[in-house]
């Protein structure tokens, strides 16, 4: 190896090391600021796969680090769920709308009365000092089909305690809970197994 290679290579080195550093520093500087600690309000919405196994995945993260979560499922209730099984035996507390997707029962008003019968469990868990973290699977559907109200719902989430965590899964989330929300990620759809034929796994997709 040349002098100059090995120049050359201790002046890349230290440039990275540098730059580096700079980040760090930014780094250490935002972790630094963020001194409130409260309860979040979570949104995943967006037309792409995995948006309830992320809100599935937080809630058992939660449950790994020792904390009381509840589950609350709209829309898919009648689909068998591995997500519960697993979680159940770990002590979450699930509350099943249990009539399935709208499109297969027709009966707008049989949905209407077990999203109600639902939400009113949920009611409960956001105004439960031992819950720390709520998971509202498929709420935005409730919202967007108007079965359940607006306003009812942004009021259960703004009295809830304090440093309890929320987090609301769904297309088309309506822009009050957005706006309402800490964090929003949007998961778009780049390709998708099933519009090539592909059906539904067992333990991937459900």
């Known amino acids: 190896m040349t002098d100059?290679?090995?120049?050359?290579?201790?002046?890349?080195?230290?440039k990275h090391?540098?730059?580096?550093?700079?980040?760090?520093?930014k780094v250490d500087s935002r972790i630094d600021s963020a001194t409130d600690e409260r309860g979040l309000l979570i949104v995943i919405t967006g037309n792409g796969k995995g948006k309830s196994t992320s809100g599935f995945g937080t809630v058992a993260r939660a449950v790994g680090h020792g904390l009381n979560a509840a589950v609350a499922q709209f829309i898919k209730g009648t689909w068998a769920c591995g997500e519960r099984q697993l979680l159940e035996n770990a002590g979450v507390q699930f509350e099943v709308?249990?009539?399935g997707f709208t499109w297969n029962t027709q009966d707008k008003e049989?949905?209407?009365?077990?999203?109600?019968?639902?939400?009113?469990?949920?009611?409960?868990?956001?105004?439960?000092?031992?819950?720390?973290?709520?998971?509202?699977?498929?709420?935005?559907?409730?919202?967007?089909?108007?079965?359940?109200?607006?306003?009812?719902v942004i009021a259960a989430l703004n009295n809830r305690p304090k440093n309890q965590h929320v987090i609301i899964t769904g297309r088309a989330?309506?822009?009050?809970?957005?706006d309402l929300a800490d964090t929003v990620s949007e998961v778009q759809s780049i390709k998708h197994a099933f519009d090539n034929g592909i059906k539904a796994q067992k333990g991937i997709d459900w």
């Open 97 to 99: 709308m249990g009539t």
């Open 173 to 178: 989330c309506h822009r009050a809970i957005i």
């Open 110 to 152: 049989k949905d209407i009365a077990a999203a109600k019968q639902v939400w009113e469990k949920c009611k409960g868990l956001l105004n439960d000092n031992n819950i720390d973290v709520v998971l509202l699977d498929e709420m935005t559907y409730m919202l967007s089909y108007k079965y359940l109200e607006l306003e009812e």
């Open 17 to 25: 090391k540098a730059r580096m550093q700079k980040l760090k520093e």
């Open 4 to 14: 100059n290679t090995t120049s050359n290579e201790n002046n890349a080195n230290d």
